[in-house]
């Protein structure tokens, strides 16, 4: 009877034999990977001075004939402007001036004068006050005119002098009034280092967030 007892027990352990390698492997340990967080970015702040020299030019011909004193009128800058290889103000930069004195032409050759004042850019969706005035004369007939009062006396009178324009095209001065203060892009404050001697593609330069 023993017999047979054991030997019903190892037939038992040879039709299980997967009993046995799974009560004696180890159960395999977790292991977490933590990512760390990156490191905060500080802003690097820049402040382009008062009396920043702007070019500008009227986006329409401005002429003493349409316009009289007080009218307004838009223009734009013609280059950006820079500071630590950033681009603050932007070319192409909006703005707008006024016509702050006016005379019209007049007899005897006497030509039109025409006084623009700028006042402000819009940038960053903020008006940045500018300042700079430009005087614009006609030109006159005084040659016309002489030659009118030796021919014809008092006719001379009638000849008159040309209106004052100041074309789209013609590059102005204007002056900010203001500081402004900007974030450096990809917070670059840094110029550039001198580049290798190596043909590359230059990427486009970044362009400051200004400071609302």
């Given at each position: 009877?023993?017999?047979?007892l054991?030997?019903?027990a ?38 382009l ?11 329409n011909e ?9 009218d ?19 070319k ?41 005035t ?5 030109r ?49 404050a ?23």
């Open positions: 009877m023993k017999l047979i054991t030997g019903a190892c037939a038992a352990l040879v039709a299980h034999p997967a009993w046995a390698t799974e009560t004696s492997a180890p159960a395999a340990a977790s292991v977490e990977t933590t990512v760390a967080a990156p490191a905060p970015v500080t802003p690097i702040y820049l402040t001075p008062v009396n920043t020299e702007l070019t500008i030019t009227p986006n401005l002429n003493s004939k349409k316009l009289k004193e007080g307004t009128f838009l223009f734009s800058t013609v280059f950006d402007v820079m500071m630590n290889n950033q681009i603050v103000i932007p192409g930069t909006r703005g707008q001036g006024w016509v702050s004195w006016r005379t019209g032409k007049g007899a005897f050759g006497k030509s039109a004068k025409m006084e623009i004042s700028y006042q402000w850019i819009e940038l960053g969706g903020r008006r940045i006050a500018v300042n700079g430009h005087r614009q004369e006609g006159g007939n005084t040659g016309a005119t002489i030659g009118a009062v030796v021919a014809a006396g008092v006719f001379g009178a009638f000849v008159t002098g040309k209106s004052a324009t100041i074309p789209n095209g013609m590059n102005l001065k204007a002056y900010t009034t203001e500081p402004v203060q900007f974030i450096a892009a990809n917070n670059v840094q110029p550039n280092p001198a580049p290798a001697a190596v043909t590359a593609t230059l990427a486009p330069t970044p362009t400051a967030a200004i400071i609302p």
